[in-house]
Every structure is written in structure tokens, then in C-alpha cells.
């Protein structure tokens, strides 16, 4: 399915997004201190320590990112279903809007509208998922172009 979109959104949903989702993997699995710390732009010295199910919650989230690139890469490299990757492609779209959403909400309007001072974490949370978003919904409303068409031989008349 994937040789079947325009060529930017096949590069973005096929090898850009799924490396950023295994960077999502990573994070917590690697440190778990600092993605939590990371998730909340602070000024610099401010040092928190975190319990548990902190902990817990983020390396559940990170496990998440791994799902989700799972399912990307089973959902765009193996449907020859258009049908069944512009519903992935609405489901990820809606999720984009409540990730931002809820991101912006948690760090408040000073800290959003002060890009500066974003963190990589926020830039991937805020920037680069404004940018996906935006990139599924000129995909979807068809400003990259037509899909590809599979070629379909003619059938026999019997």
C-alpha cells in the first residue's frame, strides 16, 4: 500500500513517523528520570524526583510509541486496502489533535506561545505533531494528489 501514496506522505508515514516512534520507544525505556522531567518544560536547576508509577506511567507510554509503530508498519506495508489506511490515517489525525490539545493544556499558554524555551520532548509533542497532523490532512483532503491506482489486469469472459 505504501508505493500507492504521493511520494512526500509515503516518505513522512513510512520512514519518517515510524523512526520518531521509535524514538518515543526509547526515551523512557532508556531513562525514565528525564522523559518524565522532559514532559514539562521547567527553568533550569529545578530537579524533581520521581516515584514508581511515575516511572511506571512513562515507560507504559513508551511501550505505546512501540505499538503504534507496529501498527504502522503492519498497517501501510502490508493493506492493499486504500480504504483501510485513510481509516488509520483519520484515527492518528484525531489523535494528533488530542495529543496537542492535551500537551498545550499541561504546559499552560506562557509556556506554549514561548517556543524558546521548548525542550526536544515538547518540539516532538507539539511541533512535530502539528506537523504530522497537518501533513494527514492535506493527505486526506488530496493536495499531495491522486493515490495510485493498482493496475488491474482485465478479466476473462467466460
Known sequence: MAS?????????????EPISLVGGFLGPLLDA????????????GITTSYDDNARLVALQLGNT???LFLIGVAVLYTTTELKV?????????????THVGLTCWALGYDQVVD????SAVTWGNVGFTT???LTRTAWLLGLFGPDR??????KKKT
Open 131 to 133: 506537523f504530522l497532523c
Open 4 to 16: 500507492r501514496l504521493p511520494a512526500f506522505p509515503r516518505t513522512i508515514f513510512t520512514i519518517i
Open 65 to 67: 510509541y512501540g505499538l
Open 115 to 118: 517556543v524558546s524555551s521548548w
Open 85 to 97: 489506511v485513510r481509516n488509520y490515517i483519520i484515527a492518528l489525525w484525531i489523535a494528533d489533535i
Open 33 to 44: 528520570n528525564w522523559f518524565i522531567a522532559q514532559q514539562l518544560d521547567k527553568p533550569s
Open 149 to 154: 491506482q493498482i493496475a488491474t489486469a482485465p
